[in-house]
Nanobody, 130 residues
């Protein structure tokens, strides 16, 4: 069973940066991270979980929520089976628990919808405050 572990969250001042990591393990035999689309989601207190960014299997395409475009980037390190979310120019509104999620799907597009993923990590807290 695929396991996802997020790390890298913490407290940062407005305008600061953080890099979140999502380490994947437990791949079904014959499959690697290259077969999985990975998404980053976040959930603030009292709000629904929302999509932040995603990257397709094989890394050919990415997608970002309008609220984070030009501030966040997503990347993969296949040698470490890890997907990163680099967050810059952080704002208090970015405060949330951040989750990574995965789905085994080969597609040229990835979606920022919760229902599109079937494996989830436990989340990491990001707090943006002065």
């Amino acid at each position: 069973q695929l396991q996802l572990v997020e790390s890298g969250g913490g407290l940062v001042q407005p305008g600061g940066s953080l890099r979140l990591s999502c380490a994947a393990s437990g791949f079904t035999s014959g499959f690697t991270l290259d077969y999985y689309a990975i998404g980053w989601f976040r959930q603030a207190p009292g709000k629904e979980r929302e999509g932040v960014s995603c990257i397709t299997a094989r890394g050919g395409s990415t997608n970002f929520a309008d609220s984070v475009k030009d501030r966040f980037t997503i990347s993969r390190d296949m040698t470490k089976n890890t997907v990163y979310l680099q967050m810059s120019s952080l704002e208090p509104e970015d405060t949330a628990v951040y989750y990574c999620a995965a789905v085994r799907r080969l597609s040229s597009l990835c979606l920022l919808v919760v229902e599109g993923y079937d494996s989830w990590g436990q989340g990491t807290q990001v707090t943006v405050s002065s």
